[in-house]
């Protein structure tokens, strides 16, 4: 085979394998938004980003093995691509990396909840104790007002006298 044609299968099997990664790659983003729902705003702001991403990583594989000249074949390499993955892949991997992620999660969070339950008891019982010493200032602060005001009346009855 000439150096041209292997060429051209090469950069045939590249495109091909930027349209699985691709796919791959949103992917890991719809595992996101299994994990973590958000509006339609977020959604269409982390699509736009994702596909100026896609569109970038494409131009430079255009760029460096093609001198950036867009060709048909590389672009149903690209569609053949992500055929491929989905064909093969479709959404099980979304739910089970979904799915495992959550379990993942929920056992850290719980693991998190047992190690800090001592802080969380200290916490409250901390809480309890300043809510304590406030209302205890209160009624301190409240005879103090009442014996310095009763001073102060007798103080000016002395004084007016004289």
Avoid at 38 to 67: A, P, Q
Avoid at 93 to 119: C, D
Avoid at 131 to 149: A, D, M, P, Y
């Amino acid at each position: 085979m000439s150096q041209y044609i292997v060429q051209e299968v090469t950069f045939f099997v590249h495109s091909i394998f930027m349209g699985l990664v691709i796919t791959f790659a949103y992917d890991w983003i719809l595992i996101f938004r299994k994990l973590h729902k958000h509006g339609r705003i977020l959604t269409s702001v982390e699509d736009l980003f994702y596909w100026i991403i896609c569109g970038l990583g494409v131009f430079y594989m255009l760029y460096k093995e093609n001198n950036g000249v867009l060709r048909w074949f590389a672009v149903m390499g690209a569609a053949l691509g992500m055929l491929f993955y989905k064909g093969i892949i479709k959404n099980r991997f979304v739910n089970i990396m979904s799915t495992y992620i959550h379990k993942i999660m929920w056992f850290i969070f719980r693991v998190i909840q047992v190690v800090l339950k001592p802080v969380k008891w200290l916490f409250f019982a901390v809480r309890r104790f300043v809510r304590f010493v406030r209302k205890r200032l209160k009624k301190v602060k409240e005879f103090i007002k009442k014996r310095l005001t009763g001073f102060i009346k007798t103080l000016r009855i002395v004084l007016c006298k004289q």
